[in-house]
C-alpha cells in the first residue's frame, strides 16, 4: 500500500476516535498558538492524563501570552507545582517574555526562529509548527518512534535507528493535514499502540503492520537498559523557638533550580542541635538518579545566610519539588530552645 493511502487510514481513524482534550481544536477552530505552546511544553514526559487538571489551572490563570509574561518565577513555578521537570516552567516563562518583548505578542511561524526559542528542541518546534500553523512537519516522540518500530520490523536498540525511524515518519506524515496527522499518530500511541498490550485489533494499520500478532510485540523498540544511580542521604526538618521551619532556595543553575527545599546532605550540618533521626523515608525517581531520604528532625536558634524560616503554614507559598512535598507530610513541630 502506498504511504499516503496509510496515512489517509490514519487521518480517516482520527476524525472517528481522536481524543477529545482541552486543548484541542475541532470543527475547523483556528488553533491559538499559545494554548499549543502551553500544552505541548506540559506534555513532554508527562502524561495526558496528569496534564489536563493542571492545563485548565494554568490557563484560566494565565489566559494569554501576556498574562504569562507579566508572571514572576515563583508564580509560574507554583503552577507548575507537582509536574516535574521544572526547567520547562522556567522556558515557558522565558519564551512568553520574549514572545511579548521581540514578537509583539505574536509567535513566530519561521522554522529556524521558532526553534531559538527557549524550550523548543526538535521535537517541540515541529509539533508546535504543525499543530499551531499546519506547517508540514515530521514530529517524532516515544510514541511515533513505537509505532514506525513496530509498523517497520525495525528490531535493533533505538539508539541505532534514529535515521530510519525519522525516514519512515517522514514518509507517513500527511502534507495535507499536518496538525490533524500529528494528533493522530499522538493518540493512536497512546490509546491503540501503547507500550504494553497494544490493542492491534482496533488498530487502521494492522492489515500492513510488520508486529501485528508477534508475540514478542511489547519488547519492540528495543531499548538497551540503563541503571539509575542510587542517592542515600538525609533531609532536615528544623524547627526554631518560633515553631517556624527552616527552608532554603535551590541555586538558579542545575537540577529543580529556583525551587525550594529543606535541607538536605549525607551529613549532618553542624548548626544543628536536639537532631533525631525518625524511622521515615520519601523516596523519588528522578531521570537518571533515585532519591532516598531519611527524615531527620532538628533545632536552630540561628541559621546560615542561603534560607530563611518560615510558618508551617506559609510553606504552600513557596514551590517545591515532588520529593520536598512529600518531606511537608512528616511536619512536626519541635521548638528550638531560643537564646535570646
Ligand atoms: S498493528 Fe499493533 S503493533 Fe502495529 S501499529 Fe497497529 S497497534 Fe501498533
Same mark, same amino acid.
Given at each position: 500500500?502506498?504511504?499516503?493511502?496509510?496515512?489517509?487510514?490514519?487521518?480517516?481513524?482520527?476524525? +472517528?476516535?481522536? #481524543?477529545?482534550?482541552?486543548? #484541542?481544536?475541532? *470543527? *475547523?477552530?483556528?488553533?491559538?498558538?499559545?494554548?499549543?505552546?502551553?500544552?505541548?511544553?506540559?506534555?513532554?514526559?508527562?502524561?495526558?492524563?496528569?496534564?489536563?487538571?493542571?492545563?485548565?489551572?494554568?490557563?484560566? #490563570?494565565?489566559?494569554?501570552?501576556?498574562?504569562?509574561?507579566?508572571?514572576?518565577?515563583?508564580?509560574?513555578?507554583?503552577?507548575? +507545582?507537582?509536574?516535574?521537570?521544572?526547567?520547562?516552567? #522556567?522556558?515557558?516563562?522565558?519564551?512568553?517574555?520574549?514572545?511579548?518583548?521581540?514578537?509583539? *505578542?505574536?509567535?513566530?511561524?519561521?522554522?529556524?526562529?521558532?526553534?531559538?526559542?527557549?524550550?523548543?528542541?526538535? $521535537?517541540?518546534? =515541529?509539533?508546535?509548527?504543525?499543530? =499551531?500553523?499546519?506547517?508540514? +512537519? !515530521?514530529?517524532?516522540?516515544?510514541?511515533?518512534?513505537?509505532?514506525?518500530?513496530?509498523?517497520?520490523?525495525?528490531?535493533?536498540?533505538?539508539?541505532?535507528?534514529?535515521?530510519?525511524?525519522?525516514?519512515? =515518519?517522514? /514518509?507517513? =506524515?500527511?502534507? /495535507?493535514?499536518?496538525?490533524?496527522?500529528?494528533?493522530?499518530?499522538?493518540?493512536?500511541?497512546?490509546?491503540?499502540?501503547?507500550?504494553?498490550?497494544?490493542?492491534?485489533?482496533?488498530?487502521?494499520?494492522?492489515? $500492513?503492520?510488520?508486529?501485528? *500478532?508477534?508475540?514478542?510485540?511489547?519488547?519492540?523498540?528495543?531499548?538497551?537498559?540503563?541503571?539509575?544511580?542510587?542517592?542515600?542521604?538525609?533531609?532536615?526538618?528544623?524547627?526554631?523557638? @518560633?515553631?517556624?521551619?527552616?527552608?532554603?532556595?535551590?541555586?538558579?543553575?542545575?537540577?529543580?533550580?529556583?525551587?525550594?527545599?529543606?535541607?538536605?546532605?549525607?551529613?549532618?550540618?553542624?548548626?544543628?542541635?536536639?537532631?533525631? %533521626?525518625?524511622?521515615?523515608?520519601?523516596?523519588?525517581?528522578?531521570?537518571?538518579? @533515585?532519591?532516598?531520604?531519611?527524615?531527620? $528532625?532538628?533545632?536552630?536558634?540561628?541559621?546560615?545566610?542561603?534560607?530563611?524560616?518560615?510558618?508551617?503554614?506559609?510553606? !504552600?507559598?513557596?514551590?517545591?519539588? /515532588?520529593?520536598?512535598?512529600?518531606?511537608?507530610?512528616?511536619?512536626?513541630?519541635? @521548638? %528550638?530552645?531560643? /537564646?535570646?
Amino acid at each position: 500500500m502506498e504511504n499516503q493511502q496509510l496515512t489517509q487510514l490514519l487521518l480517516d481513524w482520527f476524525a +472517528q476516535n481522536g #481524543r477529545d482534550l482541552p486543548w #484541542r481544536y475541532k *470543527g *475547523g477552530a483556528h488553533p491559538n498558538p499559545y494554548i499549543v505552546f502551553v500544552s505541548e511544553m506540559m506534555l513532554q514526559q508527562t502524561t495526558v492524563k496528569t496534564v489536563i487538571p493542571y492545563f485548565t489551572r494554568f490557563i484560566q #490563570r494565565f489566559p494569554t501570552v501576556q498574562d504569562l509574561a507579566s508572571a514572576t518565577d515563583d508564580e509560574v513555578a507554583k503552577y507548575w +507545582q507537582g509536574l516535574g521537570y521544572y526547567s520547562r516552567a #522556567r522556558a515557558l516563562l522565558h519564551t512568553a517574555q520574549t514572545i511579548c518583548q521581540i514578537y509583539d *505578542g505574536h509567535f513566530p511561524q519561521i522554522e529556524s526562529e521558532v526553534a531559538k526559542l527557549k524550550g523548543f528542541g526538535p $521535537y517541540m518546534t =515541529a509539533s508546535f509548527l504543525a499543530l =499551531a500553523f499546519n506547517q508540514p +512537519q !515530521t514530529v517524532i516522540d516515544g510514541n511515533v518512534m513505537r509505532i514506525m518500530c513496530r509498523m517497520f520490523g525495525l528490531t535493533q536498540p533505538l539508539d541505532e535507528i534514529q535515521p530510519k525511524i525519522r525516514q519512515y =515518519a517522514a /514518509t507517513l =506524515a500527511s502534507k /495535507t493535514h499536518p496538525a490533524d496527522y500529528a494528533s493522530a499518530i499522538m493518540d493512536l500511541g497512546a490509546t491503540v499502540c501503547t507500550p504494553k498490550k497494544p490493542l492491534c485489533v482496533l488498530c487502521p494499520w494492522q492489515k $500492513y503492520c510488520a508486529s501485528n *500478532g508477534r508475540a514478542d510485540i511489547e519488547q519492540i523498540p528495543a531499548r538497551r537498559s540503563v541503571s539509575k544511580k542510587e542517592y542515600n542521604g538525609f533531609v532536615f526538618i528544623i524547627c526554631n523557638a @518560633k515553631g517556624q521551619i527552616y527552608i532554603r532556595k535551590r541555586s538558579e543553575k542545575g537540577l529543580l533550580h529556583g525551587l525550594y527545599e529543606f535541607p538536605w546532605n549525607t551529613a549532618t550540618p553542624d548548626w544543628l542541635s536536639d537532631v533525631s %533521626a525518625s524511622e521515615n523515608y520519601v523516596t523519588h525517581v528522578f531521570t537518571h538518579i @533515585k532519591m532516598k531520604l531519611q527524615i531527620v $528532625y532538628a533545632s536552630a536558634a540561628k541559621a546560615p545566610n542561603d534560607g530563611f524560616f518560615v510558618l508551617p503554614t506559609q510553606l !504552600t507559598d513557596y514551590p517545591m519539588s /515532588t520529593l520536598m512535598q512529600k518531606v511537608c507530610r512528616y511536619i512536626k513541630i519541635t @521548638k %528550638a530552645r531560643s /537564646t535570646e
